[in-house]
């Protein structure tokens, strides 16, 4: 397994387009978690899967933001109607949880850019 | 919420010299993470810290976690031109990991 992979790198948008990123997780992984990072930040907690079930959204997640991961494997995340401050990495991780540790393995990232 | 402050913000060393840099919160936190994030890339995870008072090594990386349990600190001996990138400190709140906003690594030709 090599890790977990994020499609595409990157996404030059228009504001008012719909845009859709995917997340493989490491595939013994149960949990998957979307975070967003902006410039000369660290990355900020926006959801998270445990299997197909969202379990938690952060309110950074507006109503514009849908994620999903329908068979418990790989998530996508769409953002409908950008703006230009959704401008960002949006980085995926995944975890194993029911071991001795939690450990969040975090994807290479998407990065957006809303024109 | 929950913050975590990092410092310093940026360094910048010559090669070969020791780093150290550390992480507070106003808040207690039962794990502490250290991550390092290179231009592009996603954050990689360096040091994970699970008890007060613990002290753990990977490599020229030494990272404690504060008694108090609302402090951190990294230390990098021997700094080497690799090292340069962002390093996070980051804490477990619930199932997410809140994380600092960054120490900027530069090397010095």
């Known amino acids: 397994d090599t890790g977990v992979s994020q499609n595409p790198r990157h996404k030059i948008t228009k504001r008012g387009q719909n845009v859709t990123f995917r997340c493989d997780p490491i595939s013994e992984h149960n949990r998957l978690y979307w975070y967003r990072q902006t410039l000369g930040q660290g990355p900020e907690f926006l959801t998270y899967?445990?299997?197909?079930?969202?379990?938690?959204k952060s309110r950074l997640l507006s109503d514009r933001f849908s994620a999903e991961r329908p068979k418990g494997s790989f998530s996508t995340l769409e953002i409908q109607r950008t703006e230009q401050g959704d401008s960002a990495m949006y980085l995926c991780?995944?975890?194993?949880?029911?071991?001795?540790?939690?450990?969040?393995?975090f994807g290479p990232g998407t990065r957006l850019t809303v024109l | 919420g929950q913050q975590l402050n990092q410092s310093p913000q940026s360094m910048f060393i010559q090669e070969g010299e020791d780093v150290s840099m550390n992480c507070t919160s106003s808040?207690?936190?039962?794990?502490w993470l250290w991550y390092k994030q290179d231009p592009g890339e996603g954050p990689v995870l360096l040091i994970a810290?699970?008890?007060?008072?613990e002290l753990t090594s990977n490599g020229r990386l030494t990272a404690q976690f504060g008694i108090t349990r609302k402090d951190s600190f990294l230390n990098i001996s021997a700094s080497i031109p690799s090292d340069v990138g962002i390093y996070f400190c980051a804490g477990f709140l619930g199932d997410k990991i809140i994380f600092g906003k960054g120490t900027r690594l530069h090397i010095l030709p």
């Open positions: 808040s207690i936190f039962n794990t």
């Open positions: 810290l699970y008890k007060a008072g």
């Open positions: 991780a995944s975890s194993f949880s029911g071991g001795a540790t939690d450990t969040q393995y």
């Open positions: 899967f445990q299997n197909e079930a969202q379990l938690e």
